[in-house]
């Protein structure tokens, strides 16, 4: 009993410590990545390449004083960013890190997962409505309705690779993966001709649902100033900050594992965790690109591309993929 | 083409008198329309209405297709007289520049808005209202513009102190 | 998108956007009654960085208004003060030489491309997307060191005289001038690539916000506002000043009257631009950029002058009333974003407020002009 | 529904069109100066703030006619200047010497002006750009000052 508590104790250390090191790191990484791309040389001067930078921004915002609009509704007001910070480091619980890395491996870990990314719309909800300002309220709105649409494609391609695979487990899904990079769920197979759509799908699922560029509209800041956390300064801010990226962690994670074959080496060779870090900072990379080289969607086309394209190939790909698996 | 056909209009407002030509701007004249030298003025047609022929005039050039630059006025504190100046141009190549001005006594300064025929008057009019006290009689929303809300000052009439 | 909508008043709410708010570039308040995210009426008000320029122009001889005309537009200054100076040498009847005309000429199309730059960036930065903010402003800085290199200053330039020029350009700048127009045109076509094309980008302005023509006249809209409407109107063909006649060049003009059409006729200038400023370099001739008398202590005859220019904003306008003084008697400043923006209050009911500001960005403003 | 698929391959095209743009700008040279770090020379033509001009004996040329006083827009000279008895030849002759020449820097637009009217060629732009401050009587410039301070 006691050991299993110390593992619980260990385990979520460790996971907040991993989604706070890659929350800081991955900010440093965008700017410096953005400034790369706007060929500036980004942060810089604290530390070789501005490595400090980011130590050095997380205790600027802790000195700093936690204002709390007049008006507002405290107890939403402080609960929300905790509430943008909490489900992500509680997905990591789950997440495979190769065969023998994993805080604590559950049966219906996807379950899990999106049980828990569902939370992050409430955060921005309680966050918008409890500031009391007009900008964040509508930006909140925005980002409910909008995780509301993505995650309903994101889901439904997720229940294909799960029919696939056979399992909710996520380390038997990269299990079932594993031997080389023609047996991972991105290539077309027997079962799923149409899986390298399902993965773009999925891609930009997670980029909507962690409300990144181009699908920022949550925060939209030249219309919205900085949406739902306009009135939040100090680590309020930085809980969300984090949150964010965090939650770019889970998504990518879980993209590494549904499609990418997990820790599953491309050759067959030296499987380990290194090929999953090295899978899911890739595609965080090409999250940090995307974002630098779109403008922002508009609310109705963000909607329009999930109704009219995103839910439609999902779900036929749903169907193929059944009667496939039926058939065969 | 445009230019003699706006002249006609223009003039059929004053039944005749027509006033010198040579008549500087800013001297005092009669009411009329009077061409001039594009080359030195910088526009064509120049035409003084009283305040009853405002909305006439900018009727006929607004029928003509003509759009409207800007609105302004000027204090002739010598004569105890405001002018307010209404320029109008057209898009197309048929160049014309018209320029519509009407006097009006110092201590009672009110003309008809032409908002109702140009929107866009609207707030050049509001402008000169701010800077001169120029009343606008039929005004949607006469408040202040560029100066602050409770401005009770016209900065641009001759006798302004700071 | 943009349909009207049917509501009770007690639905609404009010929403200041502004004073200080990151889509309108500067201090411009926009109050707006919001039904959810629609915009049911819009009231603009302006004045927050009002300076009363005209009054200046009455307090000042004419020689010592030319650095406020600078400060109208800090983003196109040199168009600004070319209606200055073309105001008064119309009005007191100078000659200018041709040299100098000839190198206003191609420090004002400069000057506009420097301008489109700059509010293209700022306008897909509205969008959303901010690396174009970037590349333009590479761009940029190669014209502003070029005018730098010849006005001595990168932004209020106060380089024109009346007469002539303040000091002639030298080889370096016709050398950097030229080489600068094929980098622009690779970058125009960077920006084609990146932006125009881009799927996003088009789906977020293609039939949004029509302005139609008949509005657009009776605002007194002018410039590209005008020119994406389908109005052929540039006062540079209209009404030819200084040496545009001698430039083959075209106004590009749009019929979709969306903020698509505004965008590409901006896109599309300083393609032009960039072809009048090759040719004028071609044509440059030698001799004096200033007048054999250099005039001094102007005095205009007494009159009433008008001038417009096109500015990279649209038409601009200065009305100089004269009483034969040293200093003008009225003094009056035509800007082009003041009719321009006039025209937002009605064009935005009905538009989301995504829309809108996204519009409001494609009328191009720059705040201190039009509050002057 | 054949525009429809078509819609959705040409958006598709044009989204990676951009990003092979920002791609390749990412393995481009960055462009920027490091300011505080790196400077930048001023332009021949920068017009910053004026400075008086010394003779070959170190004294200001100007002659205090007062000309860029008058020229001045903002009204940000004021100079003066004494009467002085120097002897010229053995002979006792009287010489106006400048004996202030300030300038108000918060007002200047630096339009050059003064330069211009200037007909001594007793001014001059300089090439300063590093003029911030907190407190506003830093930049009440005392010219004459400053020249001497040059000249030691």
């Known amino acids: 009993m006691s050991l299993t508590l110390l593992n619980v104790i260990v385990a979520v250390v460790i996971a907040i410590a991993f989604a706070a090191a890659n929350a800081a790191y991955l900010v440093w990484a965008e700017r410096r990545g953005a400034a790369r791309i706007q060929r500036r040389p980004g942060p810089n001067i604290n530390g070789p390449f501005g490595l400090l930078q980011p130590p050095l921004d997380g205790i600027k915002l802790m000195t700093k004083q936690l204002m709390i609009p007049g008006g507002a509704d405290k107890i939403l007001f402080m609960v929300a960013p905790v509430l943008a910070m909490a489900p992500a480091i509680m997905s990591f619980v789950t997440i495979p890190f190769s065969k023998g890395i994993a805080a604590h491996n559950m049966e219906i870990g996807v379950l899990m997962i999106f049980a828990f990314a569902s939370m992050g719309a409430m955060a921005i909800l309680f966050a918008g409505w409890g500031s009391r300002n007009k900008y964040s309220v509508m930006a909140s709105v925005r980002a409910v309705s909008q995780n509301v649409s993505y995650e309903i494609p994101m889901l439904i391609t997720a229940i294909t690779v799960v029919m696939v695979n056979g399992s909710m487990d996520l380390k038997a899904i990269s299990l079932a993966q594993a031997g080389g990079f023609w047996h991972w769920n991105i290539f077309p197979s027997l079962h799923s001709p149409l899986m390298p759509i399902s993965f773009i799908i999925f891609f930009i699922c997670s980029l909507a649902e962690t409300n990144r560029a181009p699908f920022d509209l949550g925060e939209a800041e030249s219309e919205l100033v900085a949406g739902f956390h306009t009135e939040y300064g100090s680590m309020g801010f930085g809980l969300f900050f984090m949150g964010e990226y965090a939650n770019i962690v889970i998504g990518a994670s879980l993209t590494t594992i549904l499609f990418l074959g997990g820790w599953d080496c491309p050759f067959g060779m030296f499987p380990g965790v290194w090929w999953f870090l090295l899978k899911i900072y890739l595609l965080i990379a090409t999250f940090i690109w995307i974002r630098w080289t779109f403008p922002r969607t508009t609310i109705y086309g963000l909607l329009n591309l999930s109704w009219k394209i995103l839910i439609p190939i999902s779900l036929f790909n749903l169907l193929l993929t059944a009667g496939l698996l039926k058939v065969f | 083409m445009i230019l003699e056909t706006t002249q006609q209009a223009l003039q059929a407002l004053f039944a005749g008198s027509v006033p010198a030509n040579g008549a500087e701007a800013g001297s005092p004249r009669g009411n009329g329309v009077l061409t001039r030298d594009y080359i030195i003025h910088g526009y064509h047609l120049d035409a003084q209405v009283a305040v009853d022929q405002l909305l006439a005039a900018v009727t006929i050039l607004d029928q003509a297709g003509f759009f409207i630059e800007s609105i302004t006025g000027v204090d002739w504190i010598k004569e105890n007289q405001l002018e307010v100046i209404y320029d109008f141009s057209r898009y197309d190549f048929d160049t014309c520049r018209v320029v519509i001005r009407t006097r009006i006594p110092r201590d009672q300064p009110v003309v008809p808005t032409i908002s109702t025929i140009y929107a866009g008057a609207n707030w050049h009019e509001r402008e000169t209202h701010d800077f001169f006290g120029i009343k606008f009689a039929g005004h949607p929303h006469l408040v202040p513009l560029l100066l602050p809300e409770d401005a009770d000052f016209h900065p641009l009439l001759k006798d302004f102190k700071a | 998108m943009s349909a009207p909508i049917q509501l009770r008043p007690d639905e609404t709410f009010i929403l200041n956007v502004g004073p200080q708010h990151p889509a309108t570039h500067g201090v411009l308040r926009v109050k707006m009654e919001m039904d959810g995210e629609y915009i049911v009426k819009a009231e603009t008000v302006l004045g927050y960085v009002h300076r009363m320029h005209e009054k200046m122009g009455e307090n000042r001889t004419y020689a010592q208004y030319l650095p406020n005309l600078s400060r109208l537009d800090y983003l196109g200054a040199l168009g600004y003060t070319h209606g200055h100076v073309l105001a008064i040498e119309r009005a007191a009847g100078i000659e200018v030489p041709e040299r100098a005309e000839y190198i206003r000429a191609i420090t004002v199309e400069l000057n506009r491309v420097a301008s489109h730059l700059f509010w293209f960036g700022a306008f897909v930065m509205d969008l959303g997307g901010f690396s174009p903010l970037m590349y333009a402003i590479q761009d940029r800085e190669h014209i502003l060191d070029m005018l730098e290199a010849v006005t001595g200053a990168r932004l209020t330039y106060c380089y024109y005289r009346f007469g002539g020029l303040y000091n002639d350009v030298d080889d370096d700048f016709i050398e950097a001038a030229k080489r600068f127009i094929p980098r622009m045109r690779k970058s125009l076509k960077k920006y084609a690539a990146l932006v125009t094309g881009n799927i996003i980008f088009q789906k977020r302005l293609e039939g949004i916000a029509p302005v139609s023509a008949e509005m657009c006249r009776k605002y007194g809209a002018t410039g590209p506002v005008a020119r994406g409407s389908g109005i052929n109107f540039d006062v540079r063909k209209n009404e030819p000043y200084s040496v545009y006649p001698e430039f083959d060049f075209d106004v590009p003009v749009y019929h979709e009257c969306d903020s698509m059409a505004r965008y590409k006729v901006r896109m599309d200038e300083m393609e032009q631009s960039l072809r009048i400023i090759e040719q004028g370099l071609e044509k440059l001739p030698s001799g004096p950029i200033m007048t054999e008398k250099k005039p001094k202590n102007i005095k205009l005859p007494v009159g009433d002058f008008y001038q417009a220019v096109e500015t990279a904003r649209g038409s601009f306008g200065i009305r100089i009333v004269s009483d034969g003084d040293k200093n003008a008697y009225r003094l009056k400043l035509r800007s082009p974003t003041y009719s321009n923006m006039h025209l937002f209050d009605e064009a935005c009911e009905g538009m989301l407020i995504m829309d809108a500001l996204a519009f409001m960005g494609s009328l191009d403003l720059v705040i201190p002009e039009m509050d002057r | ?152």
């Open chain 4, 1 to 152: 529904m054949g525009g429809y698929f078509s819609d959705i391959f040409n958006g598709s095209k044009s989204l990676l069109i951009g990003m092979g743009i920002t791609f390749r700008e990412f393995f481009k040279p960055t462009v920027t100066v490091q300011y505080p770090y790196q400077t930048l020379k001023m332009s021949a033509r920068f017009r910053g703030h004026i400075e008086l001009i010394a003779d070959e004996e170190g004294n200001p040329k100007c002659v205090a006619c007062g000309m860029c006083q008058r020229a001045c827009p903002s009204g940000c000279i004021s100079l003066d200047s004494v009467s002085v008895d120097i002897e010229v030849d053995g002979k006792v002759k009287k010489k106006k010497v400048l004996s202030k020449y300030d300038l108000d820097f918060t007002k200047c637009s630096l339009c050059g002006q003064c330069v211009e009217n200037c007909n001594f060629g007793a001014i001059d732009f300089s090439k300063e750009y590093n003029l911030a401050s907190t407190r506003k009587e830093d930049f009440h410039f005392n010219l004459l000052k400053r020249l001497e301070e040059r000249n030691a």
